[in-house]
């Protein structure tokens, strides 16, 4: 399809969307970009849709996400929405913890982002857990985000809260330096989690493999696994049991 047409359609959908928007009618589905056609190397934004609406976190948007996404049943599918379960309730149970509600999380919002944060796991190599794509598995946070900026841009919506959760989860976040010293399939900037809701999803992540028995690992568990990366992320995953008032 030439450039212009696509142009078009896509001015017409943003058009449409407004429409429902302002009429309270339901939305109509997005054109779709297949997943395998997100480039991981498109210069990441900061904040892309500015002009768009905060997305709607509701659980039933999200799954029409992840179905968009992940469509059909697939193993995968299955193993993917375990696991963003399991983080979302844990992420949840944190968030109910006493002194956590000067917060201001909704639950909605934590939910949200726990179901979506492995979002760009399926076009990442892992066998093991059935990924079958063929970026680095350790670019799945960063191809989630992608994924998610260029579905608010098709959609009118901003999705952005969301992507940065995805960037930033993976253990407990990556320096710049990591990515230069270890030579890491990454860009090399800092994707630490730095707001209430980053660090939220990157701690109850821990507490979950998508391999293995799929049982809640315990503290000591994680401290143990973790450890390996060195004393700086043991630091900032201490400091995130602080943040949430879970002690040392
Ligand atoms: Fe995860």
């Known amino acids: 399809m030439a450039a212009s047409a696509s142009r078009i359609i896509l001015l017409q959908f943003l058009e449409d969307n407004k429409k429902c928007l302002r009429a309270d009618l339901p939305r109509k589905q997005p054109a779709i970009i297949p997943p395998e056609k997100v480039c991981l190397h498109i210069p990441a934004m900061t904040n892309p849709s500015q002009q768009n609406p905060v997305a709607c976190y509701s659980p039933e948007r999200v799954q ?35 002194g956590n509600e000067r917060l201001g999380l909704s639950a909605d919002m934590a939910s949200a982002a726990a179901m979506l944060h492995d979002l760009g796991i399926g076009q990442c190599h892992a066998p093991s857990i059935l990924c079958t794509g063929q970026e680095p ?112």
């Open 137 to 248: 598995y350790l670019a799945h946070g960063l191809i989630g985000a992608r994924l998610l900026r260029d579905y608010g841009r098709q959609t009118g919506e901003d999705w952005e809260a969301c992507a940065r959760v995805c960037e930033r989860h993976t253990g407990t976040g990556i320096t710049a330096e990591d990515v230069r010293r270890q030579q890491l399939p990454l860009p090399e900037r800092d994707f630490l989690p730095e707001t209430p809701l980053e660090k939220l999803i990157c701690l109850a992540d821990k507490y979950f493999s998508k391999s293995g028995d799929l049982q809640e690992k315990t503290r000591d568990q994680i401290l143990r696994e973790l450890s390996r990366f060195g004393p700086k992320t043991v630091r900032r995953l201490k400091d995130l049991w602080d943040f949430f008032n879970l002690g040392q």
């Open 64 to 98: 029409q996400v992840i179905d968009h996404f992940y469509p059909g049943e697939t193993p995968l599918k299955q193993l993917l929405l375990r696991h963003s379960r399991q983080v979302r309730d844990k992420a949840l149970a944190i968030l109910a913890m006493p």
